[in-house]
């Protein structure tokens, strides 16, 4: 199944019926009066958050959802039916937003979780009950109100308790493949990992759930390399774990590089909690791992953890570290992913 993060969709809810003018003919009942119905109401477009979704290509293939319109009145003073809804089924860590692309119309965070987006128009009145006591035979009747209609945007963030972040080649994708059961590709070249993956990592007692984004380069704010279209998938995460390839010719660099765009995609990633690996130290020997960690610890104001995705070096501590960070943020009163 491909990844699709992005849709744009056109939702529109259901017109209502129209308002019946009628009167009552029935033989030996005299001065039968009006007896014409209401008019439906229109169906409602609402969104779903379901199990089972991970990604929005179903939206590329189907763009337009209508509501059906509420059933015409009818005599006998019989109200027409209502207009079936229409629902967006979604996966979780949908939004919802406006046409601008900034005004959130909805936020699915929960399994079950659902929003109406537009209300379906009302219906016409029949000429029943404009009846009064000074108006016997109204032949008045009204029309049903339009439904609404929108373009909208429908745009998934992953929901993760953790995030990987780092240069491509950092080892990220090999990380997820070592610390939990997905399966992401894993190559000797950049850009391997194309679209967001996520794992369940079960350390110790406890779980949590990890995503490893496409990685970044220089200028990525500003459209170069994937671009950060896919840092929102991270927005959600509790902590992120930012990894540096400790065989690169300039790890301080790599990370500085990595920081300066998380900056400058916002406030919301930069100023999350953040561990700091050193990765691939199973390549270096240890005067020089001590040397690189060191510098690093220096430029980054926190402390390194050493570590190898492919050796398993490490790992167990980072993941321990990672629980630690997890569950503080939970008691700081940081929102769930």
Known sequence: MKFLDEAKVFVKSGDGGNGCQSFRREKFIEFG??????????????VEAVEG????????????????????????DRTGAGGDDVILRVPVGT????????????DLTEIGQRQRLLQGGDGGFGNAHYKSSTNRAPRRADP???????????????????????????????FLAATTH??????DYPFTTVHPNLGVVRSDDGEFV??????????????????????A??????????????????????????RAELEAYGPVLAGKPELVGLNKIDALDDDTASAIGD????????????????????????????????????LAGEPAP
């Open 95 to 106: 939004q919802v937003l406006d046409d601008d692309r900034e005004t959130v119309l909805a």
């Open 233 to 258: 998938h991270v927005e959600r995460c509790r902590v992120l774990l930012h990894l540096v390839d400790g065989t690169a010719d300039d790890p301080v660099g790599d990370y500085a590089t990595i």
């Open 144 to 174: 049903g109100w339009p439904g609404a209609e929108a373009w909208i945007w429908l745009r998934l963030k992953l929901i993760a308790d953790a995030g990987l972040v780092g240069l491509p080649n950092a080892g990220k994708s090999t």
């Open 33 to 46: 009066g009006p007896d014409g119905g209401n008019g439906g109401r229109g169906g409602d477009v609402w």
């Open 53 to 76: 979704l991970n990604s929005l290509i179903d939206f590329r293939y189907r763009q337009h959802f209508k509501a059906d319109r509420g059933r015409h009145g009818a005599g006998r």
């Open 182 to 187: 997905a399966k992401p590709k894993v190559a």
């Open 295 to 330: 510098a690093l610890a220096r430029a980054s104001g926190r402390p390194v953890l050493r570590l190898s995705g492919a050796a398993g070096t490490g790992v167990a501590e980072v993941l321990r570290t990672l629980r630690r960070h997890i569950a503080e943020a939970a």
């Open 210 to 231: 990890l995503a490893d984004i496409p990685g970044l380069i220089e200028g990525a704010h500003e459209g170069r390399g994937l671009g950060d279209r896919f840092l």
